[in-house]
């Protein structure tokens, strides 16, 4: 007597393994699942840290756009200075040692520190007025750096006065607070003057000036 034997499997038809695979791809561990794929919450960027690379100095800040001068008087030393004739922010800074050799052509001014609205800086390069014979455009630059520590101003030339006057933001708030480098002087003034630090008696402007280049 031959007995058959059934042979069983565990397989799952075809039908089925599709089915699985459809129900696997649609779940919760399908990494190309559109649900899987949604931001939940606020993803801010992450902090940076913004590095200012260059520092404008110039003879007159933007005639369009108002600006503030840094409130502490450290921010705004006394510095001997060389101006190219006929360039308007060709400026350079001269080391006292080196002073000497081109007096006559050094200026001793003071450099404020400034803030455009952006927070874009510049520092603002003006001569020390003379108190023998004071120039009333230097005097009024000064006079109106002053007012700028405390309050959103435009510059302006007024030629038939030979000064410089001043507009005022009608709404001081809405130019925001201004924002201050985490600087000091000394860092503030290397990223100025980066380039255009005369410190020695070869320095092309002494040259220049001495007839030797």
Known sequence: MTTSKSKSTNK???TG???MK???ASGTDDPFNPTNLRMSGSYA?????EVVMKIPARKSPSKQSFFRVH????????LPIFIKEGSSDDIYLVTPAV???ISEFVRICRAYTCVYPDGTLFMWVKPIPDPENPNSWTVSAHQIADIAKEKWVRLKSNQNAGSYEYGEA????SQGEPKWPD???SEILRKAFEGKLVDSETHPIILQLHGEA
Not at 170 to 173: A, D, G, L
């Open 12 to 14: 799952p038809s075809k």
């Open 17 to 19: 393994a599709k089915a």
């Open 22 to 24: 459809d129900e696997t």
């Open 45 to 49: 960027s992450p902090a940076v840290k």
């Open 71 to 78: 409130p502490d008087p450290g921010m705004s030393p006394e």
């Open 99 to 101: 002073a000497s050799h």
């Open 170 to 173: 009608i709404k001081q708030e």
């Open 183 to 185: 600087m000091d002087i």
